[in-house]
């Protein structure tokens, strides 16, 4: 097994220690770089090799990543699925559209470059939506804000993120080679995995081709009517440089739907937490209760009411999420109580009627 050849590629302790002794020499460690309707492509010691999996009940998709780990063994020309080795990290989101299904963004990331220009793209609030995925996956974002050479107050936005967000910015011209790496050095280190998120026609692409040192990615510009971006990059591909990066590059997304567990609100928002625990009384709604911190602190502007309105926002999405992930059995569960509920408040008003019939 060329260890060093794995770990440019990200192959790392934390996998190692999930080898059994007898896959050692009958298993080949192989990273998922793209996956495809009906084919999944893997880098290997050997090099990128085809990986096949057999008869599946669902989409593969909705299993495998782009960056995970599998071991295989080599059958053929190309290589079977023996099977999954557990994540460092996984990005994920809550899929488009009206039915609640997780949808995986990339795994075994170590660094998340949560990219937007600084155009009509730049928003803090679907920042704050971005900063929870990758909470989510257990990661501290670094903000790149790109068209920097296109404005004249770069700097102010890199300190409003570090002010209101928290978070490391920094400000680039997507099209320097020289200062992408250089402002980006910090967690640009060999074996690592970088996934690159964001909306459309932010320059994406245009940054990983400077991080790479040439044009790998195609590039699109924004419409001029409204800033809005083009789609260039349109699937989930692992890319890697010469000093040993390994990129991730994903698809614009348009919007952020979060996949919520129980409790992540709380992290992200920890300041409000400790405002509504110091209120007056424990189940304060936090309107025009005396003693209510929340309002205290809105009126002091000590909590900005954009902050406070983004988090009742993500509170009710918190809620609906966590009600749809139950399932049907749970909606069966409530309307079969509701049933029973009617069915008593009917059998009472009959009982009642009767006893006023009999007393008349």
């Known amino acids: 097994m060329q260890l060093d050849r794995l770990r440019r590629f990200g192959w790392k302790a934390f996998f190692m220690q999930q080898l059994l002794l007898s896959e050692w020499?009958?298993?080949t460690p192989a990273r998922v770089c793209n996956i495809q309707r009906d084919c999944i492509w893997v880098e290997t010691e050997q090099g990128k090799q085809l990986l096949r999996v057999g008869k599946l009940d669902c989409p593969m998709s909705s299993w495998l990543a782009v960056g995970d780990w599998v071991l295989a063994e080599a059958k053929g020309d190309c290589l079977w699925l023996v099977r999954l080795l557990d994540r460092s990290s996984l990005l994920r989101r809550q899929a488009a559209g009206q039915q609640t299904r997780e949808q995986l963004l990339a795994a075994n990331v170590d660094t998340?470059?949560?990219?937007?220009?600084?155009?009509?793209?730049?928003n803090l609030q679907r920042l704050q939506r971005y900063i929870m995925v990758a909470h989510d996956a257990g990661l501290e974002p670094v903000v790149v804000l790109t068209k920097a050479d296109l404005v004249e107050n770069a700097e102010e936005s890199v300190a409003e993120i570090g002010q209101k967000l928290k978070l490391n910015a920094v400000a680039i011209n997507g099209l320097d080679t020289q200062e992408v790496s250089s402002k980006l050095s910090p967690w640009l280190n060999p074996g690592d995995t970088l996934v690159l998120v964001g909306s459309s026609g932010v320059g994406k692409s245009t940054l990983i081709n400077s991080l790479l040192g040439q044009p790998m990615l195609d590039t699109g510009g924004i419409r001029e009517n409204?800033?809005?971006g083009h789609h260039t990059t349109t699937s989930r591909y692992l890319l890697h440089t010469e000093t040993g990066i390994n990129i991730i590059d994903t698809p614009g997304m348009r919007e952020i739907q979060l996949w919520l567990e129980e409790g992540q609100l709380e992290e992200v928002f920890d300041d409000i937490v400790k405002l509504s625990n110091q209120c007056r009384f424990r189940n304060c709604q936090h309107d025009a209760e005396p003693g209510c911190k929340i309002q205290a602190a809105l009126d002091a502007d000590e909590l900005s009411v954009n902050r406070w309105q983004q988090y009742l926002k993500l509170k009710r999405e918190e809620a609906h999420h966590l009600r749809q992930a139950k399932g049907a059995a749970a909606q069966r569960e409530h309307f079969k109580a509701f049933a029973k509920m009617v069915k008593s408040s009917q059998t009472e008003k009959l009982q009642f009627k009767n006893r006023k019939v009999k007393l008349s």
């Open 25 to 27: 020499d009958s298993c």
């Open 226 to 228: 409204d800033d809005k």
């Open 112 to 122: 998340m470059l949560l990219v937007t220009s600084l155009n009509q793209d730049y």
